[in-house]
């Protein structure tokens, strides 16, 4: 069964760091575009960083130059490291894997959610 497990969360004062780890149960992960989510209370879930299957990535502006990305592509893992952290990265977040397969097939999964808290 394809499944995401996210770890890494939790409790950090304001400008500290946590690192996200996302491991991906698949034999093809090297060809899914990874990405992580948050959801604060009350508002949409929103994509936070992005990393495509050839490394390319994208950021929300809000973390731009705070959070980076990764993967490990002999690990199936995908990682986000959160640096300078602020009150308002507080949120559930989730990793999620996407790809387009046969016939344009969207195929997506999700993890579970990590709650990372950020005190003032």
């Known amino acids: 069964q394809v499944q995401l497990v996210e770890s890494g969360g939790g409790l950090v004062q304001a400008g500290g760091s946590l690192r996200l780890s996302c491991a991906f149960s698949t034999s093809i992960f090297s060809i899914f575009t990874m990405a992580w989510y948050r959801q604060a209370p009350g508002k949409q879930r929103e994509v936070v960083a992005l990393i495509g299957s050839g490394g390319s990535t994208s950021y929300v502006e809000s973390v731009k130059g705070r959070f980076t990305i990764s993967r490990d592509n002999a690990k199936n893992t995908v990682y986000l490291q959160m640096d300078s952290l602020k009150p308002e990265d507080t949120a559930v977040y989730y990793c999620?894997?996407?790809?387009?397969?046969?016939?344009?097939?969207?195929?997506?999964?999700w993890g579970q959610g990590t709650q990372v808290t950020v005190s003032s």
């Open positions: 999620n894997a996407e790809r387009i397969g046969v016939l344009s097939r969207k195929h997506e999964y």
